[in-house]
């Protein structure tokens, strides 16, 4: 039998080998992010006239949205599904995509030459456009995101406020407040949940639809007006394989017990999604016609294989068999390929599949983007693991220790 399991901060000390490493690396990061703001864009990427984004609109927006679609899938899924043993990985779920959406919108504040304009589009509406429906969707997102996090905030500090000093009148109405943001939204999460699901849906599509627009300038390879139908099946098909890898890492960072029965039931569910994106993808591009490019060696071609060859063929038939589904190994191998698919899907659409008419030269990322990008990487995983230890994300067997319980809770003692 299992023992029953309850969200809980995580203990044991904050910096480790690992830890240390990742903060240099955010650092450096941090470094070349200070050159962009007091030097110009220009100083620090090879963007230019001709190509005006580049690694980090592909990656840090683009793939960053899709990667972060664990929130919602597995609020679908959870809630919306009543699928009680998806519980235990709702909570993290919930904080992946949070942080992911954060470092989404200041992607888009540093990747933008003007970036003292990004309020723009709040009052400056414009119905017509797919990127004002993307900005406003992943703003009111990321609102409620943080809004459904707020229960773990409560759970935290309700009956916990100890101000020091002069600040302690303020424990009473703290603790007040606390408890009634519990009640109030222990009646009106559902509402807030629905409303993340639909507002998922809605931008995930619209960042294909940006690339519709970009017509002739993009690759046939990747050019379809059912792009925005592609992109959405794509966030859906990577957003249980990266619940799966977060809480894997997780799991071994603070030297959790790995939940692999739960883990498998969610990994048995991957494949039939996989299955249907790769249907549309192969329709789509024999009703087009545009299997003819492959026969060319170019990089667009060599990009193509790799994204769907490494990205949803290998991972599918890995998700089919019932062997990888039991392997905690195997099982993370699977869900690294399809998230490593999806991000090449969005490098390849923002990236590798644009040509801007009259071209001269072609674009690669600078030491600075790759910095600022790798840097965004570690120190979203810093914060992460700031939040697990703080707030109860993670959950932990409750009960009498036993030798797997002491395996999970090993930090405690």
Avoid at 203 to 212: A, F, K, P, R
Avoid at 355 to 367: L, N, Q, R
Wanted: a positive charge.
């Amino acid at each position: 039998m299992h023992a029953h399991m309850k969200p809980a901060p995580m203990k044991g000390k904050f910096f480790t080998p690992g830890v240390i490493i990742l903060t240099l690396i955010a650092l450096n990061g941090l470094v070349f992010l200070a050159g962009r703001f007091f030097f110009g864009i220009g100083s620090v990427t090879n963007l230019n006239n001709q190509y005006p984004w580049g690694l980090w609109i592909a990656v840090d927006v683009a793939a960053g949205v899709a990667l972060a679609a664990g929130g919602f899938t597995t609020a679908a899924l959870g809630h919306v599904m009543h699928r009680e043993e998806y519980h235990v990985i709702l909570r993290p779920a919930l904080l992946t995509a949070m942080l992911g959406y954060t470092f989404v919108a200041t992607a888009v504040f540093i990747d933008i030459g003007r970036w003292y304009f990004i309020w723009h589009p709040l009052i400056m509406w414009n119905g017509s456009s797919a990127l004002f429906e993307v900005g406003i969707c992943v703003m009111i997102y990321m609102s409620v995101l943080y809004i459904e996090f707020l229960p773990m905030v409560t759970e935290r500090f309700i009956g916990h406020v100890t101000l020091p000093g002069v600040l302690s009148r303020l424990n009473a109405p703290l603790d007040r407040l606390l408890r009634f943001l519990d009640r109030t939204l222990e009646r009106s999460m559902f509402i807030f949940i629905i409303a993340g699901v639909v507002l998922s849906t809605l931008h995930q599509s619209s960042l294909g639809t940006l690339m519709v627009i970009a017509g002739s300038k993009m690759h046939p390879l990747w050019q379809t007006p059912v792009l925005p139908l592609l992109f959405l099946l794509s966030a859906i098909s990577v957003g249980f394989p990266m619940v799966i890898f977060e809480s894997m890492i997780a799991s071994r960072a603070f030297k959790q017990k790995i939940e692999i029965d739960v883990l498998s039931r969610l990994g048995g569910l991957v494949a039939p999604i996989l299955g249907i994106y790769l249907a549309f993808k192969l329709g789509d591009m024999f009703i087009r016609e545009t299997f003819v490019y492959l026969q060319e060696f170019s990089v667009e071609s060599v990009m193509w294989t790799l994204e769907v060859v490494l990205g949803i063929v290998i991972p599918l038939r890995m998700f089919l068999s019932r062997a990888v589904l039991k392997s905690p190994l195997l099982l993370f191998i699977a869900s690294s390929l399809v998230i490593l698919g999806v991000a090449l899907n969005r490098i390849n659409n923002f990236v590798v599949a644009y040509t801007p008419p009259y071209a001269f030269g072609s674009y690669f990322p600078s030491i600075g983007e790759i910095s600022v990008t790798v840097g965004f990487i570690a120190l979203l995983v810093l914060i992460y693991r700031v939040y697990v230890m703080i707030f109860p994300v993670i959950s932990v067997p409750e009960g009498p220790a036993t030798p797997q319980t002491k395996y999970a809770i090993r930090g405690k003692q």
